[in-house]
């Protein structure tokens, strides 16, 4: 058998741009953070590189108690992307707080607790076991979980459900720690879940979680998946990341925003920024490149140099400013009236500039409203 080694991203001289990011007072050294349910709690990425030097290591989302998960095969491959239905297999937050935070916290690691339950009060019992917890730099709270108590509808469809989670967990969780409502893209409108979860406590918010998906076997003519459906991820839904990131950017500027979604390189990290993102979470490629949460930070900042931008702060949101007028393609034709020709210019300009306005109308509800 051949394995093969990834080689720890080289260390070499960096280009100098701030990459400290700060999100509603949880302060990273850079925002790249893993992806939950994509790197555990850290402890095998820690052979492909240190994992205190990205931003945080956002941990696989814990129970109450421990869980198996859902039946085998768990695992599709699908057309630029991969559909799972791990469930939220895991040992329980008391060995998760006896072994995974202590050691997150021996490394110098920053921790991003993933929490997720079948009731509300689950969610709170996971908060409040957190107070005093090593390494605790944030909550990510997965409302992406079919409540028990609702005939198994996901909190995070649901915009009352998901808020009523997410206050139980502000008021349960440490002081000073924010809580991140992670977002379900599988939503009619992701605004209004934004909205209800900010209202209720949010102090930021991730997205996106996996989109529900489906395959089929042509041979066997079944359903691959043990489980039968399973969340879609990779670069397949990057579209789908971006366009949910600008849409909440949009509506709530100020509220800090995780997002991931089919991030492979630093552009594609560089993307979600411009969109709204001020960290980005390395998932699915993290199985095909272990190194890739370090390499997609280097390529971030090099990113950025190459553009100029001297803080990743500044590219957070950048792909929201107002179009820039365009310079005139060609010269005055000869003999032309050249007054003529620049108003025609002008006037196509405008024309081109409120087809692009119209566009960013159609994602955004309440401009659509006041049109
Ligand atoms: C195998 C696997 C397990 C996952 N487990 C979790 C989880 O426990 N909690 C969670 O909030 N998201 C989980 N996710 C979703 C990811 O955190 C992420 O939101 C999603 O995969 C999109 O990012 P990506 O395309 O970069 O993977 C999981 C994704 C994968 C592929």
Redesign the pocket.
Known sequence: MTLTVHAAPASRARPDVEMSVDLAGMALPNPITT????AAAGRELAQFFDVASIGAV?T??IMVGPRSGRPTPR?AETPS??L?S?G?QGPGIDAFLEHDLPWLASRGARAVV?I?GGTVEDYAKLAAKLRGAPALAGI?A?I?CPNVEDRGQVFACNASAAATVIQAVRRAAPTGVPVFA?LSPDVTDIVAIARAVVDAGADGL?M???LLGMVIDTTTMRPVLGGLTG?L???A??PV?VRCIWQVHQALPEIPIIG????RTGLDALELALAGASAI?????V?NDPTAPLRILHELEDALAARGIERFVDAVGLGHRAPEPRPRAYPDPPGSDADTVQADTVQADTAQAGTHQADIGRLDPAAEEST
């Open positions: 992806a939950s349910g994509c956002v696989k989302s695992m992307g991969m799972n791990i939220l993933s997720a990510e997965n992406s992670k991730s996106i979680n996996t969340g991820s990779g670069p839904i990057r990341a991931m979604g089919g991030v979470s390395i998932g699915t490629v199985f």
